[in-house]
């Protein structure tokens, strides 16, 4: 009996009811992760009475939480590649809704601390694996596509938090449990945070194991149920796969019989892993984690910058160049918190913005995908913003300088996903979540080096700060254009 290559089978199937529901789901489970990440920025600020968070506790919590998530993801990724993505998915997930919500009604900031750091461990889990889970029911040449949709859920949480956040704060809910403690409204928006994972957990729930982790465990039995189910939906309850021509399936690069078996657990990661570090893996995964470094790092760490320089513009009044600006700013001695327990209004308005250009570039990715592929999008949105970068240094009005700071910070924040369906593409399967986890471990150290660097810099010199991040692009421009072509990333999936 032939063995058909399972993609030639997702390709025969192609993107139906299935796929839909597994899009919706993984969705919603990317908008409860970035829930949990962006959210605890607006959290932090209304819970600044109970808990005193000032500056230094702020710094505190942040590490905690970068620390925790660059601990555990390489870790989470390999027990995804270990156990399935739907289980890792089910039991980090659940994990970290837990004691995310065990988190919300900590009476005091240190534990609060705490219960954070635990919910970031797990966090990882989810945020790397709902990728790998989604492009594994998907025929490659739709990846970079739905890839990229799934990344509109960031855009939507961007404006669902602080949308929930004008309605549920100004409430005051304060209802005393002890003298010293009572369930307020920051700890409701922790809570309303949380639907979107529930929503989610349970229709992945109800969903099967990706058909290519199993052939990578030599399940093909299991695999073929999968793929029987998903031909049922896609194409009828009276289409089966032999009616199409498909009796057996495989696919290239299985895992093989070299890895060591042992009772201890770095020693099996480290063998599990040392195949990313050599040959023709070792090449992408090096260049891909500098792109993801310098991206990551400049979209992440300096998107807490929007705000502020629109805040600093309303203060300001005048127009001026952007380090000009920071610079009176600073002679006024004026922040984006104003000195109030609740979050600003103008402060959720602006990251409404934020999450509203986020959704707009992925809108427009979109639509370039139509017609060019995801490497031309990637080197035109690096060069977009090394241009905007640079730019900064001569744009004067308010204008223009808030749409070179956008399109600095959206470009890099809305490529990633693109640049790790890139490495989904080129890993094997037995590989894959360990390759995007170590990738996004390493991006998330750039956003830890991005934020100390800024806050070493800016008083320093303001121009070094934000031309050495127009520089950083211009380089992952530079490593951008050493990435394989659509072609040649379909040409080595299918080996």
């Not at 895992?255 to 570090?277: A, V």
Request: net charge positive; with cysteine.
């Amino acid at each position: 009996m032939a063995e058909v290559n399972i993609d030639d089978v997702l390709n025969v199937l192609g993107f139906g009811r299935m796929q839909l529901i597994l899009f919706i789901s993984c969705a919603t489970q990317q908008m409860y992760i970035s829930n949990e990440q962006f959210g605890l920025g607006l959290v932090s600020v209304a819970a600044s009475c109970d808990f005193q968070i000032d500056e230094h506790r702020m710094a505190w919590l942040m590490t905690a939480v970068f620390i925790a998530q660059v601990g555990s993801s390489h870790y989470l990724g390999y027990k995804s590649d270990e156990i399935g993505r739907r289980k890792l998915i089910l039991i980090s997930s659940m994990l970290t809704m837990l004691f995310s919500l065990i988190s919300s009604f900590m009476p005091d900031f240190w534990s609060f601390l705490v219960v954070r750091f635990i919910t970031s461990c797990f966090l990882p889990g989810p945020g790397s694996t709902v990728l790998t889970y989604m492009s594994e029911f998907t025929q490659i040449k739709l990846r970079p596509e739905v890839t990229n949709f799934l990344s509109y859920a960031l855009g939507v949480s961007m404006i669902y938090v602080p949308l929930v956040s004008m309605w549920l704060l100004p409430l005051n809910i304060r209802l005393m449990i002890t003298d010293n403690y009572g369930f307020t409204s920051w700890r409701a928006l922790m809570v309303v945070n949380l639907l979107p994972g529930v929503i989610s957990w349970i229709m992945i729930f109800c969903m099967p194991e990706s058909p290519k982790y199993y052939l990578s465990i030599n399940q093909v039995d299991k695999a073929l149920e999968v793929l029987e189910r998903c031909c049922r939906y896609n194409k009828g309850k009276d289409v089966t796969l032999k009616s199409l021509g498909f009796e057996n399936v495989s696919q290239p690069r299985l895992r093989g019989d070299s890895y060591i078996k042992h009772n201890f657990l770095f020693i099996r990661m480290w063998s599990e892993t040392k195949p990313l570090l050599q040959g023709m893996y070792l090449r992408h995964m090096l260049l891909i984690i500098a792109i993801l470094i310098f991206e990551f790092g400049t979209g992440f760490g300096l998107a807490v910058w929007m705000p502020r320089i629109l805040k600093m513009q309303s203060d300001v009044g005048d127009p001026m160049i952007l380090c000009d600006l920071v610079e009176a700013a600073h002679a006024l001695n004026k922040t984006v918190a104003e000195s109030e327990c609740n979050v600003p209004t103008k402060f959720l308005l602006y990251a409404i913005f934020n999450g509203c250009c986020c959704l707009a570039m992925f809108m427009l990715i979109s639509l370039l995908l139509i017609w060019i592929n995801r490497k031309i999008i990637l080197l035109a949105f690096a060069m977009l913003a090394t241009i905007a970068g640079f730019m900064l240094n001569v744009v004067k009005t308010h204008f223009f300088v808030t749409a070179c700071f956008v399109f600095l910070t959206v470009p890099p924040l809305c490529s990633l996903r693109l640049i790790l369906s890139v490495l989904i593409d080129v890993i094997p399967t037995h590989l894959r979540n360990k390759s995007v986890a170590l990738a996004m471990m390493f991006g998330r150290i750039g956003v830890l080096f991005a934020g100390l660097y800024v806050g070493y810099t800016l008083k320093w010199n303001c121009y070094l700060t934000f031309n050495a991040f127009a520089a950083v692009m211009l380089i992952s421009f530079v490593l951008i254009t050493r990435l394989p072509s659509d072609a040649d990333v379909i040409d080595i999936a299918t080996k």
